[in-house]
Each structure stands twice: as C-alpha cells, then as structure tokens.
Antibody, heavy 114, light 106 residues
Framework: EVQLVQSGAEVKKPGESLSISCYAS????????IGWVRQMPGKGLEWMGI????????RYSPSFQGQVTISVDKANNTAYLQWNSLKASDTAMYYC???????WGQGTLVIVSS | DIQMTQSPSSLSASVGDRVTITCRAS??????LGWYQQKPGKAPKRLIY???YLQSGVPSRFSGSGSGTEFTLTISSLQPEDFATYYC????????FGGGTKVEIK
C-alpha cells in the first residue's frame, strides 16, 4: 500500500527555521517525482516545488523560489521542506504528494505567530 | 509556465443534478491532467488521471474528458457526499492547479 506520512503540526515564531518531512512507502521512492503543496487558510492549492529523488533534480514555482528548500534522503525514503526564516504569512497547511501516482500525505499544519 | 483556468469558481446544485466543471490550459498539455476532490480538513483525493481514466475505487458517476487545452469533469448524478471543492492539475510541464470549483448544496 502506498503511503505518504507527514510530520506533525508545528507552532513557530517569526524568524525561526523549520523542516517538515514526508516519509514514503509502498512504491519505488527514487522513481517518482515528489513535491510540496501549500494551502493557506480558506484558499486553493499551490504547488511549491518538486524533486526527483534519484538525482535530486528540483524545480520551484517562481512564487516559492528562494523562500524554501526541498530535499530528499534517499536512504530513508523521506522528502523535506525547509524554511530558514519563517514569516507569519507562511501559516498554512502543507501537503506532500507524488503527483504522477496521485498519492498525498495527510498534511502538516504550520502556524507562525509571535 | 502553463496556466490553468478553471470554471466556474463555485456552483450550487441539487442532489441528482448533472454537474460539469471545465479547465482550460494556456497551451496544449496532451492528456496530462488530473482531477481532484477536496473536502474540508482533508487532503485532496485524485478522481481522474490522464484526463479520462477513473482512479480505482472512485464511483462511476465521475468522468473526465478532453485533450490539448480543454478538459471537463462531469458528475452525472450529484450525491450528498460529492459536495466539496474540485481542482484540476496539469503535469505536462511541471505542475499547475486550476483555481478550484466549490460545489455547494442548492
């Protein structure tokens, strides 16, 4: 069974760093693109970026380029989304997804508040 | 980048109605399109892949059609559990979502 299991909710202060994770199982992790999607409260879905685990080739949406970093740990079938300096506007639900397989994680809520 | 224009942004319908949602791509994307359903507080769920193929386990009242730049999701007879928000997603050139269609009860 294919599963994408994300790390738990986070509450952080502006300026802090954060890394959230997405553990994949049930398929060949290195053979399929995996990416991250933002959903701000009451809003639609936005692709942030995707990465190909086999060679770590990545592509970011222009809106998120330079704002976040997407990476993978092939040995542990895990993808990461990282921020160096959070802003209040980063408050949102974040989903990982394997788009060509159609599988999604359960979501990680990130709240950034002073 | 490819833009996806989804319409309508919302609609009101009754149980049993036929519902149609459209996505238009800014350039040709072959059949590299999926349709997703999202209910409040839940992750999106794929209904249709490759524009017209039904995801396993999805009721047959859902169907997709189109190729190139025009795509349609049809719900043949709306059921109470279908009230949700629907998104198209192109993966021809990286990824772009449509803006979403909220299907509400009339």
């Amino acid at each position: 069974e294919v599963q994408l299991v994300q790390s738990g909710a986070e509450v952080k202060k502006p300026g802090e760093s954060l890394s959230i994770s997405c553990y994949a199982s049930g398929y060949s992790f290195t053979s399929h693109w995996i990416g991250w999607v933002r959903q701000m409260p009451g809003k639609g879905l936005e692709w942030m970026g995707i990465i190909y685990p086999r060679d770590s080739q990545s592509r970011y949406s222009p809106s998120f380029q330079g704002q976040v970093t997407i990476s993978v740990d092939k040995a542990n079938n895990t993808a990461y989304l990282q921020w160096n300096s959070l802003k209040a506007s980063d408050t949102a639900m974040y989903y990982c997804a394997a788009p060509n397989l159609g599988y999604w994680g359960q979501g990680t809520l990130v709240i950034v508040s002073s | 980048d490819i833009q996806m224009t989804q319409s309508p942004s919302s609609l009101s319908a009754s149980v049993g109605d036929r519902v149609t949602i459209t996505c238009r791509a800014s350039q040709g994307i072959s059949n590299d399109l999926g349709w997703y359903q999202q209910k409040p507080g839940k992750a999106p769920k794929r209904l249709i892949y490759a524009a017209s193929y039904l995801q396993s386990g999805v009721p047959s009242r859902f169907s997709g059609s189109g190729s190139g730049t025009e795509f349609t999701l049809t719900i043949s007879s709306l059921q109470p559990e279908d009230f949700a928000t629907y998104y198209c997603l192109q993966h021809h050139n990286y990824l772009t979502f449509g803006g979403g269609t909220k299907v509400e009860i009339k």
